[in-house]
């Protein structure tokens, strides 16, 4: 079990950019790996991005190009920064810690929406 600190979500205007922050620094385990996921009002969570602790990153083919997940200089931190958006990335985003042969932990989810 870790606890999971999301901050960053809100409102932002199409074409507009967000910074999505998970801090899991409290925990003294370091993560195999975490992601952002993201699930929508009718529709299943998805994956939208994840890192690994040796930095490989994996992206949603609907966000390549636009969003950015890094590893933050703290130890299990992670960012997601979300540029030119689109009002289909309105979702409720959640973060996941997760580590070698353990169910994941997650965040309790930042929403983020996406209206002119």
């Known amino acids: 079990q870790v606890r999971l600190v999301e901050s960053g979500g809100g409102l932002a205007q199409p074409g507009g950019s967000l910074r999505l922050s998970c801090d899991a620094s409290e925990t003294s385990v370091s993560f195999y790996e975490m992601g952002w996921y993201r699930q929508a009002p009718g529709n299943q969570r998805e994956l939208v991005a994840s890192i690994t602790h040796i930095g490989e990153t994996k992206y949603a083919d609907s966000v390549k190009g636009r969003f950015a997940i890094s590893r933050g200089n703290v130890e299990n931190t992670v960012y997601l920064q979300m540029n030119s958006l689109k009002p289909e990335d309105t979702a409720v985003y959640y973060c996941?810690?997760?580590?070698?042969?353990?169910?994941?932990?997650w965040g309790q989810g930042t929403q983020v929406t996406v209206s002119s």
């Open positions: 996941q810690f997760k580590r070698l042969w353990y169910p994941p932990s």
